[in-house]
């Protein structure tokens, strides 16, 4: 179990880590959402992330993938850029953070301040002006944390899970 203080490593991702990858995701969404789901919807929504699609994300140049873990290496959370494809931000010179997710355990040991690092650095060498993302609308603790780094709100997309619509705001940054 990851504490507070503990060293955390970040590191981009190799194709081995993909299954562990794809755990935290699963494992994170469902901690942090499933209940506001019915089933089917939850269900139909994990159906789409295959560990084809991760593998093909994976291997775009266009992609880019940190892995958080412990001391130990054990996997705790990982953070994916790609390309933009959010409404509200110019398209031009923006990458989006896609997915940005830890475990539980991980929570209050700084990997996140350190997954975020990664993510403008990684931004910033790839030439990207902003920073875009959504975060669930009523998801108050992600949206304090991307407020501290910069990001602004800049309004509503709708965030499909199974038949289930939520609403999703979206935020950028400049770098």
């Not at 010179?93 to 355990?105: A, D, M, P, S």
């Not at 997954?115 to 931004?123: F, G, P």
């Not at 944390?145 to 999703?168: I, Q, S, W």
């Given at each position: 179990?990851?504490?507070?203080?503990?060293?955390?490593?970040?590191?981009?991702?190799?194709?081995?880590?993909?299954?562990?990858?794809?755990?935290?995701?699963?494992?994170?969404?469902?901690?942090?959402?499933?209940?506001?789901?019915?089933?089917?919807?939850?269900?139909?929504?994990l159906d789409e992330l295959t560990p084809d699609g991760?593998?093909?994300?994976?291997?775009?140049?266009?992609?880019?993938?940190?892995?958080?873990?412990?001391?130990?290496?054990?996997?705790?959370?990982?953070?994916?850029?790609?390309?933009?494809?959010?409404?509200?931000?110019?398209?031009?010179?923006?990458?989006?953070?896609?997915?940005?997710?830890?475990?539980?355990?991980?929570?209050?040991?700084?990997?996140?301040?350190?997954?975020?690092?990664?993510?403008?650095?990684?931004?910033?060498?790839?030439?990207?002006?902003r920073l875009a993302l959504s975060v669930w609308s009523e998801n108050f603790?992600?949206?304090?944390?991307?407020?501290?780094?910069?990001?602004?709100?800049?309004?509503?997309?709708?965030?499909?899970?199974?038949?289930?619509?939520?609403?999703?705001?979206?935020?950028?940054?400049?770098?």
């Open positions: 179990m990851a504490k507070a203080g503990g060293t955390m490593i970040v590191r981009p991702a190799s194709a081995a880590d993909l299954p562990a990858i794809d755990r935290i995701f699963r494992t994170s969404f469902c901690d942090t959402f499933a209940h506001l789901y019915a089933p089917a919807d939850l269900q139909a929504f991760w593998d093909a994300e994976h291997g775009n140049a266009d992609f880019a993938f940190a892995l958080g873990t412990d001391e130990a290496g054990e996997p705790l959370g990982f953070a994916k850029l790609g390309p933009n494809k959010l409404p509200h931000v110019e398209p031009e010179g923006t990458i989006e953070l896609r997915q940005f997710y830890l475990l539980k355990e991980a929570h209050g040991t700084g990997l996140a301040q350190q997954l975020m690092a990664w993510v403008l650095d990684e931004a910033r060498r790839r030439g990207a002006e603790r992600a949206q304090a944390f991307y407020g501290r780094f910069g990001f602004t709100d800049l309004g509503p997309v709708t965030f499909m899970v199974g038949d289930h619509a939520d609403e999703d705001r979206v935020w950028a940054m400049k770098l």
